[in-house]
């Protein structure tokens, strides 16, 4: 059974950063991605990677400013972002063993961690 767990989430200012962590357990999968989701909005991909490969997926809405990457030594996901924006508010999942940026592929998520931008 996989677990994946969330940290790092927070408050910070427009402009500022944050790093997400997902440690997972588990057998091996593919792809890993990050969503989220904002109140009264459906959930969306953030960013995606291939476990292997190192290849990698973002929503046009955080090209140039999210980065996430992978330590498999310690089946490990990461999403730093920066330049952080007031729509940028949301709780932020991750998941395993889906497709890319399709949410509904994945049916291994985290518990979530909200992540808060003020202007």
């Known amino acids: 059974q996989v677990q994946l767990v969330e940290s790092g989430g927070g408050s910070v200012q427009a402009g500022g950063s944050l790093r997400l962590s997902c440690a997972a357990s588990?057998?091996?999968?593919?792809?890993m991605g990050w969503f989220r989701q904002a109140p009264g909005k459906e959930r969306e991909g953030v960013a995606s990677i291939h476990t292997r490969r190192g290849d990698t997926q973002y929503a046009d809405s955080v090209k140039g400013r999210f980065t996430i990457s992978r330590d498999n030594a310690k089946n490990t996901m990461y999403l730093q972002m920066n330049s952080l924006k007031p729509e940028d508010t949301a709780v932020y999942y991750c998941?395993?063993?889906?497709?890319?940026?399709?949410?509904?592929?994945?049916?291994?998520w985290g518990q979530g961690t909200q992540v808060t931008v003020s202007s």
């Open positions: 998941a395993v063993g889906g497709w890319w940026l399709t949410a509904n592929s994945y049916n291994s």
């Open positions: 588990g057998y091996p999968y593919n792809c």
